[in-house]
Nanobody
Framework: VQLQASGGGLVHPGGSLRLSCATS????????TAWFRQVSGSERVFVAG?????????YESSVKGRFVISRDKSGTNTVYLQMDNLRPEDTADYYCAAQTGTLLPGRSPSEYDYWGQGTLVTVSS
């Protein structure tokens, strides 16, 4: 399974971005999927996840109420991360990841089988 992350960029504090994680995998809805972020020199950390089958969503506490993860069901096989009210501390490389064999998205990078490349989000005035 190949994942393609996109949508990063430079935005002012309070601004918005939408990240996309696209795949050619036709059964992408059967994978629990998540977004992680990583600042240089730090570990990759969980941001948001969406379960397979019923699309339950989960968030890291600092992004709850500002970020929304969703799965497009129109056949594009894409998972999105809508990021609103961005803060300078949201600056990081963002990665999408998918895992098999589990209903709920894990919060540890080691639980994931497939990764997209990073897309850089910079929040700065």
């Amino acid at each position: 399974v190949q994942l393609q992350a996109s949508g990063g960029g430079l935005v002012h504090p309070g601004g918005s971005l939408r990240l996309s994680c696209a795949t050619s995998e036709r059964n992408f809805g059967s994978y629990a999927t998540a977004w992680f972020r990583q600042v240089s020199g730090s570990e990759r950390v969980f941001v948001a996840g969406i379960s397979r089958v019923d699309d339950m969503t989960y968030y890291e506490s600092s992004v709850k109420g500002r970020f929304v993860i969703s799965r497009d069901k129109s056949g594009t096989n894409t998972v999105y991360l809508q990021m609103d009210n961005l803060r300078p501390e949201d600056t990081a490389d963002y990665y999408c990841a998918a895992q098999t064999g589990t209903l709920l998205p894990g919060r540890s990078p080691s639980e994931y089988d497939y990764w997209g490349q990073g897309t850089l989000v910079t929040v700065s005035s």
